[in-house]
């Protein structure tokens, strides 16, 4: 079984910075991509980043692209989610998700994400 804990949301003014974590325990997350979603309150869940088993290859949605940096350090089973230049429409809880397919690609589908933590608040003022 895996354990996701993500940390680093809070409270920022538009165009502020934040870095979310998410730390994995229970099984290594090195085999594996992992995905960063959020979902604001009335909406679905949305995708927001991806990366590949090795960090070699990432995914962004367009809505995110050139602010958020997706990272991992497979020697801290901890993946990264970096942003910066955040908006008030990024408000929502951000979520990190494991794929449960070993060495597969990067997806945007929610039900091929096995894993989920519990997610971190992140609030952005205007």
């Known amino acids: 079984q895996v354990q996701l804990v993500e940390s680093g949301g809070g409270l920022v003014q538009a165009g502020g910075s934040l870095r979310l974590s998410c730390a994995a325990s229970?099984?290594?997350?090195?085999?594996?991509?992992m995905g960063w979603f959020r979902q604001a309150p009335g909406k679905e869940r949305e995708f927001v980043a991806g990366?590949?088993?090795?960090?070699?290859?990432?995914y962004y949605a367009d809505s995110v692209k050139g602010r958020f940096t997706i990272s991992r350090d497979n020697a801290k089973n901890t993946v990264y989610l970096q942003m910066n230049r955040l908006k008030p429409e990024d408000t929502a809880v951000y979520l990190c998700?494991?794929?449960?397919?070993?060495?597969?690609?990067?997806?945007?589908?929610?039900?091929?994400?096995?894993?989920w933590g519990q997610g971190t608040q992140v609030t952005v003022s205007s």
């Open positions: 998700a494991a794929d449960g397919e070993a060495w597969g690609g990067i997806t945007t589908r929610r039900d091929e994400y096995d894993y």
């Open positions: 229970g099984r290594t997350l090195s085999r594996y991509p």
């Open positions: 990366i590949s088993w090795s960090g070699g290859m990432t």
